[in-house]
């Protein structure tokens, strides 16, 4: 069964420090998503993009957050200057048409 | 603005009984109803959504729009059925998923 990869499993950064969270979606999903989860706490829409473009974003993807699909086959996520409570799972996800969500296993970022 | 709400933190039960995960949202038009399971360390899979009216792994949901519920039921709950359960809300079109905080089922043998 396809899946959608996220690199790396785990990423220890620094505070101030630029971090990109890679994800590859399943090859012929159109639309695609990064969630986050901080420890103890829901899973929160970040961000949507569709056609090379942002589609919604939510009050969390500020202009710390940027999204591209660089090269067809990767989604990453960039978080610019890190702060402590950006430490979270961050989830990929992507789908085709109205086929259900598929879920990365996430990335666990740890801001020290 | 749509929300979910999952009461129950942490459920237990022993193995064989009934389980009832509850799940109620607030959205005024036709939402589309998920239920996401994750296991220990694994991702977030896709068990049941409510336009597919079908069974996995014995658990059912109807979607009852009067009370704004999507309640996960399960006549005999197994060891392997321990997990986090999320349940969340599609509005239509290209739409994000909104979930709720999370259940965490323990089935005690």
């Known amino acids: 069964e396809p899946e959608v990869t996220q690199t790396p499993s785990h990423q220890v950064t620094q505070m101030g420090q630029e971090v990109i969270l890679r994800c590859v979606p399943i090859?012929?999903?159109?639309?695609f998503y990064w969630y986050r989860q901080i420890l103890g706490q829901k899973v929160e829409f970040l961000v949507s993009f569709y056609n090379n473009e942002i589609s919604e974003k939510s009050e969390i993807f500020d202009d710390q957050f940027s999204v591209e699909r660089p090269d067809g086959s990767n989604f990453t996520l960039k978080i610019r200057s890190t702060k402590l409570e950006d430490s979270a799972m961050y989830f990929c996800a992507s789908r085709f048409s109205d086929y259900g969500y598929t879920f990365g296993s996430g990335t666990r970022l740890t801001v020290v | 603005a749509q929300r979910v709400t999952q009461p129950e933190k942490l459920l237990s039960v022993f193995k064989g009984a009934p389980v009832e995960l509850k799940c109620n949202y607030s959205y005024s038009g036709s939402p589309e109803l998920f239920w996401y399971v994750q296991y220990s360390r694994q991702r977030l899979q896709l068990l049941l959504r409510h336009i597919s009216r079908e069974s996995i792994k014995g658990f059912t949901a109807d979607l009852n729009k009067g009370e704004t519920s999507f309640h996960l039921k399960k006549p005999f709950a197994q060891e392997e059925d321990s997990a986090m359960y999320y349940c969340?809300?599609?509005?239509?079109?290209?739409?994000?998923?909104?979930f709720g905080k999370g259940t965490r089922l323990s089935v005690i043998a």
């Open positions: 090859s012929n999903h159109l639309y």
């Open positions: 969340a809300l599609k509005r239509a079109g290209n739409t994000p998923l909104v």
